[in-house]
């Protein structure tokens, strides 16, 4: 079955793979970049890779920027245990790449080369990795393949699998039991995604749960977060600050009519907007949705500061930071095409919003489900409990407590991917 698998793949799937990049480069910028800085890619990658000395190198490859935050707390911590190591990182997305080219424990940072046969054994070739971990889903065959034919142990970190996933049906499920099975082991974030491996026919000990190491990494980036002091105190005093993290124009719909009414009865209310793609436009156009309020100021220009109640964040990075200010966070997508990220506030131990297009996060539900989180589906709905978590410290402290709760339970993923790697360094 692998062998029917394996042609149909590189006779089909990826021709037409590489015919819709073609086409997508034409309308899509993000597109066009991402093939663009693979334009020389093996060229750039036989020199990088002479600077790699070390005998031992862990190849770390995730699909874009939110899904390496994962492997950072694992790099972290190899780098403190080994001198002896190289590390290796990959992506499939130009987003992840332009944000992380610079992250310096890494000794090498690259693309992942477009899934050919060729392509796998060239870059493998070259990389030559004593271990490779795939983070989360972005697994491409031909490099699984490869990565099995040379006995090179690959694991996949922070796998997850919905209990509806497209992979648990046909004729996927077939596809996806012959590549899983080539992998050394599936270390899953929770037992139900252990559940749905097994489903395809992926057996424990190949696949366990070991937890996510988001928890780790979004701890640790908050303690680098508090030492920074990007709004100054004046500004802050006495306010009741709500931060809206990640926002998309279907969020702001709900949220910025919201802050509007909340503005009319709370002189002490403070919202720091940070937009999912804070671009020129974006922020002209959030202006002039805010023109009737009363004052709006971007972040850039915090130094002309004269009591607006709305800062309008123009930069990109500083999301994290800025959660540490709020009382209340709401986390965009959950009303456009899912949510991202809700420990970034819950660590801080606050209540978090969200939107009804939160299912593709288990943290998110499990938030929902214990209280922490709050699902608003309107106007009205947020509007009732922004009001009330700004101006009832017991239900905010509550809910901020079961939000802090939920992160501290579930740290320690690190640690336990590590007892599993260090059996083959």
């Known amino acids: 079955m692998r062998r029917i698998w394996y042609l149909f793949y590189n006779g089909v799937v990826i021709p037409v793979f ?6 997508g480069s034409v309308f899509n910028p993000k597109i066009r970049r991402g093939l663009e800085g693979r334009s020389h890619l093996f060229e750039t990658l036989d020199q990088q890779a002479k600077g790699l000395k070390a005998s031992r190198r862990i190849w ?9 935050e994962q492997a950072k707390p694992i790099i972290a911590a190899l780098r403190e245990k080994y001198s002896d190591l190289n590390i290796i990182v990959s992506f499939f997305s130009p987003s992840g790449y332009d944000h992380s080219k610079n992250y310096k424990p890494a000794d090498l940072i690259t693309y992942i080369p477009l899934d050919t046969a060729h392509n796998a054994r060239r870059f ?10 795939m983070v989360r889903y972005d697994i491409w065959p031909n490099h699984v393949w490869e990565l099995k034919s040379r006995n090179i142990p690959t694991f996949i970190a922070n796998a997850t699998m919905r209990r509806n996933s497209s992979r648990l049906k046909f004729p996927l499920k077939s596809f996806h039991r012959e590549l899983y099975q080539q992998l050394t082991s599936i270390l899953a974030v929770s037992p139900s995604d252990v559940k749905s491996f097994e489903r395809i026919g992926i057996r424990p000990p190949q696949v366990q749960a070991i937890g996510d190491t988001r928890y780790d990494q979004v701890w640790s980036r908050s303690l680098e977060a508090r030492k920074k002091h990007l709004i100054p105190d004046p500004i802050l005093r006495r306010r009741k600050v709500f931060v809206v993290g990640s926002s998309w124009e279907e969020d702001e719909a709900v949220i910025l009519p919201t802050f509007k009414k909340i503005m009319q009865y709370d002189a002490n209310a403070l919202m720091i907007l940070v937009p999912h793609e804070p671009s020129l436009q974006t922020l002209e156009r959030i202006e002039i949705q805010l023109n009737s309020a009363p004052g709006s100021i ?9 009591g607006e109640r709305i800062i309008l964040v123009d930069s990109i990075g500083i999301l994290t930071t800025l959660y540490q200010y709020a009382h209340v966070a709401y986390v965009g997508g959950s009303f456009k095409q899912g949510i991202h990220n809700v420990l970034e506030p819950a660590v801080y131990g606050i209540p978090v919003l969200f939107g009804p297009r939160h299912h593709n996060s288990q943290e998110a539900i499990e938030l929902a489900h214990r209280g922490g989180g ?19 410290k017991k239900a905010a402290g509550k809910a901020g407590a079961i939000s802090l709760d939920l992160v501290k339970e579930n740290m320690g993923a690190t640690g336990r991917f590590l007892e599993h790697l260090e059996k083959f360094l």
């Open 60 to 68: 770390f490859h995730s699909s874009s920027m939110g899904e390496f």
């Open 124 to 133: 493998i070739t070259l990389i030559r990795p004593s271990v490779a971990v």
């Open 374 to 392: 709050i699902v608003v589906h309107n106007q009205q709905d947020c509007y009732k409990s922004l009001r009330t978590l700004l101006n009832n």
């Open 18 to 23: 590489w015919l819709l990049l073609q086409l």
């Open 298 to 306: 971007r972040f850039s220009d915090l130094n002309d500061y004269s």
